[in-house]
């Protein structure tokens, strides 16, 4: 059956020209098709591109905002009108300076932190001595004796 369906359609005289047509039609379905695609891409191309020189733009703005807000005179004015803060002189300005050699593998020791930031804040208070506990010697505690117990008066 099917070589009889076959040879007929062979058998029409216009049966060449009409494949030579079919494909023909479908060389340029698929050309036409290509074309599109293409200039659908070139628009989407084109529209990153003045996305990505917007994107330029606005970093090379941010970036120049930035070394304008961090020039140092400027963080002085605001840190004397805004905040009320001023320079200090040398000799009351105090650095930091960690001598200590710490081993990065060990786990901290939160008993030994603590005592030795004690020990820091220690070293900075002031200390009196004996002699000026002695001069501001508070009065002796009166004791009562009426109540029972006895109690400070």
């Known amino acids: 059956m ?20 079919i494909l ?4 340029a379905c698929v050309h036409i098709w290509q074309r599109v695609t293409v200039i659908q891409l070139s628009k989407e191309v084109s529209r990153l591109e003045v996305d990505q020189s917007d994107l330029i733009d606005q970093t090379r703005k941010v970036n120049s905002e930035i070394a304008a807000l961090s020039m140092a005179a400027r963080i002085e004015t605001f840190a004397v009108d805004s905040l009320g803060l001023f320079p200090i002189s040398g000799d ?3 650095t930091v300076i960690n001598d200590r050699k710490a081993d990065p593998k060990a786990a901290p020791d939160q ?3 603590l005592v030795d930031a004690l020990q820091r804040v220690r070293n900075h208070l002031p200390a ?3 002699t000026e506990v002695e001069a501001r010697t508070p009065d002796s505690a009166k004791f009562d004796s009426l109540r029972q117990g006895g109690g400070i008066k």
């Open 2 to 21: 099917r070589r009889f369906g076959l040879r007929r359609i062979r058998s029409y005289r216009y049966a060449t020209a009409i494949g030579l047509g």
């Open 24 to 27: 023909i039609l479908g060389v």
């Open 92 to 94: 009351r300005l105090y």
């Open 111 to 113: 008993l030994a932190t």
């Open 128 to 130: 009196i001595t004996t």
